[in-house]
């Protein structure tokens, strides 16, 4: 239907999460009829954020350089590691701005179902930084579901017994949500982590 | 809050239609952390439609060529042309598989208001072809709007002196719409557009 390179733009499109046949159809022909700047800017940030963004060494965040730049500031607190599943997590918990210790990314959650063990998450990699870096509390911050679960009940097995105090962040109700909306799981939850006034 | 590169990613991929500062920062972290190969391939892709894709001289489709895929085809009839706002639409019409004639790329639809004139748009190309290709019937596909119905207007009041059949495509019900859910104007469209049964 398209000329090839269109239709091999709106295949690559395709392919991204969240973008179905429609939208990359229409993301596509915005590149191309669009200024012709703007769509190779955005074809060099993609190439440069691959060549120039790799792992930190420390925490597994994203990083343009060895370290990320949570693990450059020397101001935070090294013995409190909060433990995240994947990198873009860690935005989510900067955004609060309530936390000022350091990160460990596992690069995932256990799954026995997909096939993801213990082998396969960054658990050894945070053993080892629990001695050098004075680390005392995990604070376990997998999402809410039954991989996440199953990730946090592996941790605080695994690192209770090293000394360390392993804690899981709240589930519980939406601030500023609705009762009424609230699925029974999470509003179950929400009775057992219930707190005295 | 980002790595460089990465906001810099953020920022390109929210100027995209439809994408907005969350959904930008999701596709960052997929071409980040997914294939490097699949992210390299999106960017080549975005840059060799723009070095291989340009106007069709002929018809203003995107054409690889001197001409489109459609102006190409020595099958289809010359006498009669959709004339459409952009290269999409012609897709769109495409897709209903029940026209094989050929096509005229506007380039915009009339719009006083955001200073869209007769000279903004491709008026004159599209006389310069009647002769030389025995245009027969004009079929105008301008979206049904305000501006869509001006120019629409405006093509009859020019090409109709010109000896051209200029028609419009129907507006009224959605096949397989709920008479419920339509608003008054389609409504009234569909009224005045009613044929005898």
Redesign the interface.
């Known amino acids: 239907?398209?000329?090839?390179?269109?239709q091999?733009?709106i295949?690559?499109?395709s392919?991204?999460?969240?973008?179905g046949g429609k939208?990359a159809?229409?993301?596509?022909?915005?590149?191309?009829?669009g200024e012709?700047a703007?769509?190779?800017?955005?074809?060099?940030?993609?190439?440069?954020?691959?060549?120039?963004?790799g792992q930190c060494e420390r925490c597994y965040n994203?990083?343009?350089g060895e370290l990320?730049?949570i693990c450059r500031d020397v101001k935070r607190d090294d013995s409190l590691v909060v433990v995240v599943e994947?990198?873009?997590d860690i935005?989510v918990v900067?955004?609060t701005q309530e936390f000022r210790g350091r990160y460990h990314v596992l690069g995932g959650a256990l799954s026995p179902i997909n096939g993801i063990g213990p082998g396969q998450l960054r658990f050894d990699e945070l053993k080892g930084r629990l001695e050098p870096e004075g680390i005392a509390e995990l604070i376990v911050a997998t999402n809410p579901t039954v991989e996440g679960d199953t990730t946090a009940m592996y941790i605080a097995r695994e690192f209770k017994p090293l000394g360390m105090k392993v804690t899981r962040l709240a589930s519980g109700l939406p601030v500023g949500g609705d009762l009424d909306y609230a699925d029974e799981l999470t509003l179950g939850r929400a009775l057992t982590g219930r707190s005295e006034l």
């Open positions: 239907m398209f000329e090839g390179p269109v091999r733009l295949d690559e499109l392919r991204l999460p969240g973008i939208s159809q229409r993301l596509a022909f915005h590149l191309l009829t012709e703007d769509a190779r800017r955005l074809a060099s940030a993609i190439v440069d954020m691959r060549d120039q963004v994203v990083a343009a990320c730049a994947r990198p873009q935005v900067e955004k």
